[in-house]
Structure formats: C-alpha cells, structure tokens
C-alpha cells in the first residue's frame, strides 16, 4: 500500500485517501499542505524518472460546462447555468490544476538541495508536475467539457477508479530520478505527517475489497435434533439448580415456639 503524508488533516477527503491507499508500496502521497498555493494531493514514485503527479480535486453536486480556455458555467438546482466562481489566476477548474503543477514544480525546482541527497544541480525542466483534475459528482452527473485539453496536458477524470488506473499506469518521458529516502526527505521538508505507513510490496494495484461471504456451513438434521437436545437437558439441570437455591433453608427458619 502507498505511503500517505498530510498537513491539513481535517481537508482531506476521505474516499480519496481510501483509494489511494490501495496503490502499491512504490508510491508516496502527500495530502493538502500549502506552498503559496494549496495542494490537494501530490503522487510521488520514485524511479528512473519519477512520477510527478499533481491532483487538483473538486466535487460538485451538478454539472460543468465550459471550453478549456474559458471560464465553466455550473447548472443551478432549478436547471439554470450560472458561471462559476474563479479567481484572479485560475480561469476554471482545470486551470487551477495546471497552474498549481506549475507552482509545485517551481517549488520543487527552487528547494531541491532540501531533500535530495546528491549535490548535482538538475535544470527546471526535469521537474515537471502533471496535472490532473479529479472532478467528483454524484452518479449519472454529465459534465459538458472536452474529452480532454487540447494541448493533451494534463486531464480530468470522473470517477476515483479511473483516475487511480491512469495514476498507477502513469510513466513519465522525462524527469529527474528519485530515490525512496529523498521522498521521505521532500515530506520533512514540507513538514507533512504520516498518516498511512505503506509497506505492502505488491506491485498491483490493490482492488477494491468486495463483501467477504462466509462458507454455508452443511446441515445435518440428526446433529441438529441432538443438539437440541443436549440444550434442553441442560436448561432442566439450571432450573433443578435454581429452584434448590431459591427454597428456604431448614435450619434458618424461625422456630414457632420463638414467635409466641
């Protein structure tokens, strides 16, 4: 299972983190913590190049709209399509993602004599961050939005499962490499928290546990009725013992001759 760290505990959403704890022992997670800008969650594998994965997650309880450059509008209860709230910086949803990868990236760039445990100075370019929007609504929700941007940089994905498979199938073209202990490095840094040790070393994807069904046990109708049985005998015996504790005791009781 993954290696889970977290600064703002109380942010994180609980059936992400079920997910991502599924992934193998080879991943590192860290959860909401702040580097001017928030950070949901970032994926971390170390390797020969490193998986970089930024996660920007949003739930939303009816649909987007909206182009990729553009501003998204939301679908209000009654049906109507009103724009959604934006920042000065985030020109939608999708944009916060890129532009909070680009952030992380800089971060990671600028602080890398922090955690890595080599001197050599690598170049901004292998320190990229993919982005991914995690857009999160109730079943049967349809989003209005291009299958993916244009410039096939970054995607968003509507169900965990899915985005869990892309996150563990993810392989970068280039990066810089990071070892394990350089990971746990980049969390003391960050000054984040374990909250999930990993340590399972299946490399597959863990799958989601389904209900676990118990052996139907056979029945033997002769062991039944001795069964039975033997209770019955036994509840005779306790009211045999009961009955004996509850009668008076001869030589406790008062003597008539005493009474007059």
């Known amino acids: 299972m993954a290696h889970i760290y977290a600064g703002e505990l109380s942010m994180i959403d609980p059936e992400v983190l079920n997910a991502i704890k599924r992934l193998p022992d080879s991943f590192w997670a860290f959860a909401e913590f702040n580097i ?3 950070v949901d969650w970032f994926i971390v594998r170390p390797d020969e190049r490193s998986t970089l ?7 939303a309880s009816t649909p987007f709209r909206g182009e990729v450059n553009g501003l998204w509008d939301k679908q209000s ?3 109507e399509w009103e724009e959604a709230p934006a920042n000065n910086t ?3 949803p999708y944009w916060q993602a890129v532009n909070t990868a680009n952030a992380l990236a800089d971060w990671l760039w600028n602080n890398q004599q922090l955690y890595r445990e080599v001197n050599d100075i690598r170049p901004p370019g292998e320190f990229r961050v993919w982005p991914d929007l995690l ?3 109730p079943p049967g ?3 209005r939005l291009p299958l993916s941007p ?19 199938a993810w392989m970068p073209k280039t990066g810089v490499q990071l070892t394990p202990r350089e990971v746990e490095n980049l969390a003391t840094s960050l000054r984040l928290t374990e909250i999930w040790p990993g340590g399972d070393a299946d490399d597959a994807l863990r799958p989601v546990a389904g209900p676990i069904k118990s052996p139907t046990p ?8 001795t069964y039975l049985q033997s209770l019955d005998d036994r509840l005779t015996r306790l009211e045999q013992q009961m009955a004996a504790l509850s009668a008076p005791d001869p030589l406790e009781q008062d003597d008539p001759d005493e009474r007059a």
């Open 77 to 79: 209860p009654t049906g």
């Open 135 to 137: 857009l999160l609504s």
């Open 53 to 59: 994965i930024l996660t920007e997650l949003k739930r």
């Open 141 to 143: 929700t349809q989003h």
């Open 150 to 168: 244009p410039s096939r940089y970054g995607r968003w994905w509507f169900t965990v499962e899915e985005w869990l498979r892309h996150v563990d």
């Open 90 to 92: 985030d020109t939608n």
């Open 218 to 225: 056979s029945f033997n109708v002769n062991a039944f009725a």
């Open 36 to 38: 001017g800008r928030n």
